[in-house]
Every structure is written in C-alpha cells, then in structure tokens.
C-alpha cells in the first residue's frame, strides 16, 4: 500500500537535509509509533521556529546524541500536526508542501488551514531564508 498525500496522490518526499520523517526516511510518513502525527511537511520560518520554541518544542536547538542539527529558516521537516495547527491558529504557521504531508493530518489539520499555507519549494530554499 502507497502513503498518500493530503491532494489524494502519491506521497512525495519532505527532506534529506537534514533528513526528516518520524521513520527519518526522509518522507512525512506515520505509524501507531507515532504517537505525535508527524504528519506536514513544513517549510520552518524563524516565526515558526520561535513559536514552537515557546510552546517547549525546541526545533532550533542541535541535539547531537539524536543526531539532530537543529533547524534553521527555509528547513523542511515533518512537523506534528497538532503542533502545526497550534502554530497556525495563532498566527504562526509554517509553509507546507502538499504533496509531500501525509494524508493523515487532515485528521487534525483541515485541508482548508494546509492549503492557505502552501507553498512550492524550489531546490534552492534561500527566498525563504531570514
């Protein structure tokens, strides 16, 4: 069975740089381990990043035994949908690749949310970096 996306189509990856995906795949796919939906393929902001640091989800900050670098302005990674919703509702959305969020966070996220917040991603993510 494919993971399919939130449009209906074949999941497509989030990111490899870092690598993201609560599988660290590399795609925004879910399983009863993932207790947390990471579910959108967020495009972080530096109002995102901050937003999140102040509900106590550090996503800046490296964590090296995790292997996790920290995130910076123009990242992709799979973020938690409530999470996103969260950040959403007060203003602090991150953008979102469609086709790469997993059709499961429409169980939290209404496509209508993901949708105002979509955005294409060029290879080079520098127009979204601060």
Do not use: K
Request: proline share 8%.
């Amino acid at each position: 069975m494919t993971d399919r996306n939130v449009l209906g189509g074949e999941l497509e990856p989030c990111g490899t740089d870092p690598v993201t995906g609560f599988y660290r795949d590399g795609c925004c796919r879910t399983g009863p381990e993932d207790r947390g939906s990471h579910t959108i393929c967020a495009v972080v902001t530096s109002e995102f990043l901050e937003h999140q640091r102040l509900i106590g989800n550090d996503l800046s900050t490296p964590v090296p035994r995790y292997g996790f670098p920290g995130l910076v302005p123009g990242d992709r990674w799979c973020v938690t949908a409530v999470n996103w919703l969260r950040a959403h509702e007060d203003g602090a959305a991150a953008y979102v690749v469609l086709t790469s969020t997993h059709e499961r966070a429409l169980e939290i996220a209404p496509l209508a949310a993901l949708q105002q917040n979509a955005v294409d991603v060029p290879a080079d993510p520098g127009p979204f970096r601060d």
